[in-house]
């Protein structure tokens, strides 16, 4: 086999591995993706609204004490009278030498005045005090029955709102609840697409190992050189005419276990991909391989 049949040849065993090592690629591909439609999407659950305070509960105010009860004015009234009976009869038989008093008659009538004015007017300020403690604390009530009433509209203003906030949360509930059921539905739909693909996909990789391993039973390649790495290098080298053969000193082969002994190559596939720019100079036909089958995939 000549130079330019070598080239050929090549070339349709490198196009082969190329079509194989992207079947596989899809293959791997559609599995991640069939993996991920296996999980759910994550819908944003709806704020779930407050639950307003409880309903506030009237309270009783603090009163103000009466100081002038009624027990007090008629004990006050009664204590006068006893003192204005002891004075006069003090007044009437009690003489002190040297000092005139008033006679017993007009002390008679001067207490008999006070022990008539005196209870009225201390009657009068107990009364006004009462009147007076009486308005404060009205006010103290109408105060308490007027914050009462704002509490109250205030709550019922909050229970009207956490209302309609339950509203729209029942119903963002709903509305998840559907977005469920159907994401549920079209990934299923999408996994049995994907399947039935990778099932199509498979019965042609099948077909092309098949047709490649008849290419290889001409054993023109060395069994030892039959995968994607290491006949891209040989045909690299046929192409670049750094050889003309693939045996011998100066052939192929040797050039090939030269570069692999240097760690110039990376033979892994795993590895080529992960480190695709660092193969670029000294395995350039394999670095094409994987950036088209990379274009077909759509990851670049």
């Not at 439609?37 to 704020?47: D, G, R, Y």
């Not at 003192?83 to 007044?91: A, H, R, T």
């Not at 276990?257 to 033979?267: F, S, V």
Request: glycine fraction near 4%.
């Amino acid at each position: 086999m000549n130079t330019a049949e070598l080239k050929e040849y090549l070339g349709i065993v490198v196009d082969m591995e190329e079509s194989i090592f992207f079947q596989n690629r899809l293959c791997q591909s559609i599995d991640q993706e069939i993996e991920k439609l296996k999980v759910p999407k994550q819908f944003e659950a709806p704020a779930e609204p407050t639950t307003p305070p409880p309903q506030p509960q009237p309270k009783e105010p603090e009163l103000s004490r009466l100081p002038y009860s009624m027990s007090g004015i008629i004990g006050g009234t009664i204590g006068l009278f006893f003192i204005v009976f002891l004075s006069i009869m003090f007044c009437e038989y009690y003489i002190i030498e040297g000092i005139e008093f008033p006679t017993g008659r007009e002390m008679n009538d001067l207490w008999y005045v006070l022990a008539i004015i005196i209870p009225i007017i201390w009657a009068s300020i107990r009364i006004q005090g009462n009147r007076t403690v009486s308005r404060e604390n009205e006010k103290k009530r109408v105060e308490s029955k007027s914050e009462y009433e704002d509490a109250i509209k205030k709550y019922q203003r909050r229970l009207v709102q956490y209302q309609e906030e339950l509203k729209l949360y029942q119903s963002g509930l709903k509305e998840n609840q559907l977005r469920c059921l159907q994401d549920e539905k079209e990934r299923k739909l999408k996994i049995i697409f994907l399947e039935s693909q990778k099932e199509e996909i498979k019965k042609k990789l099948t077909i092309s190992a098949e047709r490649l391993q008849i290419i290889y039973q001409k054993n023109i390649i060395f069994q030892k050189h039959r995968n994607l790495t290491m006949v891209s290098s040989l045909y690299e080298y046929i192409c670049a005419g750094r050889c003309i053969e693939l045996e011998g000193h100066e052939g192929a082969y040797n050039i090939l276990e030269t570069e692999i002994r240097l760690d110039h190559i990376i033979l892994q596939l795993d590895k080529v991909i992960a480190q695709l720019e660092q193969i670029k100079q000294n395995q350039f036909m394999l670095y094409s391989a994987v950036q088209k089958c990379n274009q077909w995939l759509g990851l670049i």
